[in-house]
DNA sequence: CGATTTTTTGAATCATATCAACGTACGTGG
DNA sequence: CCACGTACGTTGATATGATTCAAAAAATCG
């Protein structure tokens, strides 16, 4: 069982024994959520890291009455509100479910306790690290990227999203209004 | 010797034996860089991750023939282009020095012999998670605050760098022109 | 089908960029 | 120690890109 989450760990660190990865399996628990719900609220500790077995989620926040989309995650992605899972204090960010999900919780106190084994340090190590990595693009990006450029890279590398996000989520994480989006596709279009 | 580095490490893994840190030692290396000079160029390889003595250095990126400076590093901080660094692949950024700097270098390979030890991995493990809260904070901000918030933010818990920091550079930080940061500071003055 | 949500369009406005000019400070060589 | 050159900061005028608000059109859902 949870095959593909022993594969994910794997992949990372090779050398988790069987034993190992049995003992993480005794940490890990099943939760449904349906379209609309929160996995993770604003305002709350954030106590498990996910991992999204179906469905589809998506990480944002709020900026005065609007919401801001930092992030959308699909079957085999993992997911959290990582500083508050990890500093455990209050979530700056929200965690909403935009298809049926069924997500594998790690809570925050058996993940210590794995910490105990080295293989997990490398394996939290090497999580932190790809998701720093993903970080610093996703900033460069804003910071260098128009709006339309940051669209194309869009298209070309979660064009599946496209298909499953509202435009106007799309918008607000590319960084502008769902309108100016709006104008940018039509504009694109003229091509 | 190197104190300033075993308390930066003792602080984030307080289990790290004397022995443990007598074999960090003999894999660090000093190295001074003067004012101007490069400690990561754009394009190359960064081969290690290196603490601050002394000094003022900057980690910025080129589009479009402009500078945007991305961060300010001074003595007690750590710096690297840490994803050039993780992956041993081209940097995207460049690591330039603002005031004369003594700085302290741990190679690549150095640091995966290290990883050996449960404890290092614990370190990398806390490094690496400390600078995605750094980024994750810095992305948000740059989502939803103004420039002139970002430049409020910046003089209350960065007031020492903007001494020393030449205004454009701060600009670039702050993600606007440097004229639109005169203006901002213009307006801001009138109250 | 009707009701609601999402996307598009238009017009006015605002924030920031650009370009060009000028002022000021600073450090260096004479 | 001064004068000059270079780098930095400021200011003004104009241009551009993105937002806002309002409304219509299109898509989705029960």
Not at 53 to 62: C, D
Not at 66 to 81: C, H, L, P, R, T
Not at 103 to 125: H, K, S, T, W
Not at 141 to 161: C, G, N, W
């Amino acid at each position: 069982m949870f095959k593909a989450i022993h594969k994910y760990y794997r992949e990372l660190v090779p050398a988790f024994s069987d034993q190992e990865l049995a003992e993480l399996d005794r940490c890990l628990t099943i939760r449904h959520i349906p379209k609309g719900q929160y996995v993770v609220r604003e305002g709350q500790v954030c106590r498990f890291v996910s991992f999204v077995n179906k469905g589809l989620v998506r990480e944002f926040y709020s900026a005065d009455q609007k919401d801001v989309s930092v992030g959308f995650f699909v079957a085999g992605d993992y997911i959290a509100e990582y500083e508050s899972f990890l500093t455990q204090t209050p979530a700056a960010a929200s965690i909403d479910v935009l298809e049926d999900a069924e997500i594998v919780d790690l809570g925050f106190a058996d993940m210590q306790r794995l910490y105990a084994y080295p293989n997990y340090q490398e394996f939290g190590r090497k999580i932190a690290e790809l998701l720093f990595i993903y970080l610093n693009r996703r900033n460069t990006a804003l910071l260098s990227f128009t709006p339309e450029e940051r669209y194309r890279k869009m298209i070309v590398d979660q064009h599946e999203l496209l298909q499953r996000v509202p435009q106007y989520m799309l918008a607000s994480f590319i960084g502008v209004t769902p309108e100016h989006l709006s104008r940018i596709r039509k504009k694109m279009s003229r091509n």
